[in-house]
């Protein structure tokens, strides 16, 4: 079984938008946290967001203002849009669910041409 499972990652021009999502085929999905990473080669993982159960996000300071984190519980999903890309954002995205240790998805590849 693979708890949760990334989607969206793409390879996108400089300037462009682009919605990930984070999907989940266990029932308790939508009673956790849920939080997006991201990890850049030769670079720490580094959050880029976090949506609670009551729907209250916390935003890390890189991409803050440039991503809107949200979900859907009828589709057992949480997504992150993320907009003005620049060569920066290229990273692998992965989310994370239940607590610690959790669960981690496999992560989702974006890259972002100059």
């Known amino acids: 079984q693979v708890p949760l499972v990334e989607s969206g990652g793409d390879l996108v021009h400089s300037g462009e938008s682009l919605k990930l999502s984070c999907s989940s085929t266990r029932s308790d999905f939508n009673m956790w946290a849920v939080g997006w990473y991201r990890q850049a080669p030769g670079k720490e993982r580094e959050m880029v967001g976090i949506i609670g159960l009551r729907i209250n996000t916390h935003y890390g300071d890189s991409m803050k203002g440039r991503v809107t984190i949200s979900r859907d519980a009828a589709n057992n999903a949480a997504y992150h849009q993320i907009s003005s890309l620049n060569p920066e954002g290229t990273a692998v995205y992965v989310c994370?669910?239940?607590?610690?240790?959790?669960?981690w998805g496999q992560g989702t590849q974006l890259t972002v041409s100059s």
């Open positions: 994370h669910a239940g607590g610690n240790p959790g669960y």
